[in-house]
Every structure is written in structure tokens, then in C-alpha cells.
């Protein structure tokens, strides 16, 4: 599959601060940007996604911005709550997921 | 429950047992996938499934067999297993599937399975 890579694996912020977590790929031909999160003992659940043809994607509290011609997308996190803590993944080639990273937001 | 659906959520099987894993998904979607989830590898692709015919195989070993007799079902055949397969076995499924390349999946609760 596809060489996808997640940084930081792990990240601990204290509640209000922001977080950004970074995704990088290889396969040129990707057009779908998604971001997932699964919360210990859930399933994993997309929270936010963005096609090539936008920069950025804003929802609420989280956004997405993408640079195609450096093969990078980050997830941002802005004012976070506990209720963030979880595993955050990436999936920029379909069905091949990032390493996942774990978001600790200590209250 | 509705979405996607997995039984058994939990599996204790021993290395000589033989069993399988159920997926079933409400959602009209065209493809269905099977994803190990581990300490070691947090998502890992198995298996995919477009319209019923596999079009992904990421190297499983041949002691998991799949099986999609529709588009809605998918079975995951276990047979003579290691300790090191247990793990959570995630189904998903997309409703335009692999070809689309821009296609949400949602996935089951899991199978948490146990090799003794």
C-alpha cells in the first residue's frame, strides 16, 4: 500500500490550547482527504474530509487544510476538551490509514 | 442496530478451532472491508470487497479466508490461528467503493477475538 505517515504519535495538550496533527503521503493521484477519530473502546469515525480541489475546510472547532504539491494535510483542533482525547487517522489513499495519533487534552 | 453491524463482538478461540466472523451492513453500500486492528498496527487493511469480488488482498495469510455473498454480507473464515492474530477485526463499508476515491467509510463496533 500506499507509504502514509501520522506525526506526532502521541500529543498532550491542556484544555483550551490547540492541537494540529500532520499527515504525509506518497501517492500523487490522491484526491480524498479524510480525517477519523476513534475513541477508546468506539469505532473509528470521520469527523471531517477534503477533496484536492480545496486548500481548506473548516468545521467548527476542527479544520483540515491540504498541500497537494508537498503531500500533506493536517487536522487542527482549536479550544479542545477532553472530549477530544482520542486516536486520531488519517487515510489519504482510500482504505490505507495512517498510524493513528493519540490526543491526551488534560483538563 | 442499524449501520454496520459485527458478530460475535467477542471470540476465544484455541490455535485448532475452526470459526468465522459476521458483517453486515444496512446502508446500500457497494463495497465492504475487512481491517485488523492491533497494538503493533493500529489499522490495518485485510481485505476489500467491491459489488461482491475482492479486489484487495494485503498479503493475509491463507488462515483467513473471506467471504462476500452479497453486497450487504462479509464473512471472515478463521482456521488454525496464532496467538499473534488476536486482535479487533473491524468490518467497514463505502457506498461508491475503491474505484471512487473519495468514498466515506463507516465501520462496525469490532470483533474482539482472542487466540489461546
Known amino acids: 500500500g500506499e507509504n502514509v505517515e501520522q506525526h506526532p504519535s502521541t500529543l498532550s495538550v491542556q484544555e483550551g490550547d490547540s492541537a494540529v496533527i500532520k499527515c504525509t503521503y506518497s501517492d500523487s493521484a490522491s484526491n480524498y482527504f479524510p480525517w477519523y477519530k476513534q475513541e477508546l473502546g468506539k469505532r473509528p469515525q470521520l469527523i471531517i474530509d477534503i477533496r484536492s480541489n480545496v486548500g481548506e475546510k473548516k468545521d467548527q472547532r476542527i479544520a483540515v487544510t491540504l498541500n497537494k504539491t508537498a503531500k500533506h494535510f493536517s487536522l487542527h483542533i482549536t479550544e479542545t476538551q477532553p472530549e477530544d482525547s482520542a486516536v486520531y487517522f488519517c487515510?489519504?489513499?482510500?482504505?490505507?490509514f495512517g498510524s493513528g495519533t493519540k490526543l491526551n487534552v488534560k483538563p | 442496530e442499524t449501520g454496520v453491524t459485527q458478530t460475535p463482538r467477542h471470540l476465544v478461540m484455541g490455535m485448532t478451532n475452526k470459526k468465522s466472523l459476521k458483517c453486515e451492513q444496512h446502508l446500500g453500500h457497494n463495497a465492504m472491508y475487512w481491517y485488523k486492528q492491533s497494538a503493533k498496527k493500529p489499522l490495518e487493511l485485510m481485505f476489500v470487497?467491491?459489488?461482491?469480488?475482492?479486489?484487495e488482498n494485503n498479503s493475509v495469510p491463507s488462515r483467513f479466508s473471506p467471504e462476500c455473498p452479497n453486497s450487504s454480507h462479509l464473512f471472515l473464515h478463521l482456521h488454525t490461528l496464532q496467538p499473534e492474530d488476536s486482535a479487533l477485526y473491524l468490518c467497514?463499508?463505502?457506498?461508491?467503493?475503491?474505484?471512487?476515491?473519495?468514498?466515506?467509510?463507516?465501520f462496525g463496533p469490532g470483533t474482539r477475538l482472542t487466540v489461546l
Open positions: 470487497y467491491n459489488f461482491k469480488e475482492q479486489t
Open positions: 467497514a463499508s463505502s457506498p461508491k467503493g475503491p474505484t471512487s476515491g473519495n468514498d466515506e467509510q463507516f
Open positions: 487515510a489519504p489513499n482510500k482504505f490505507y
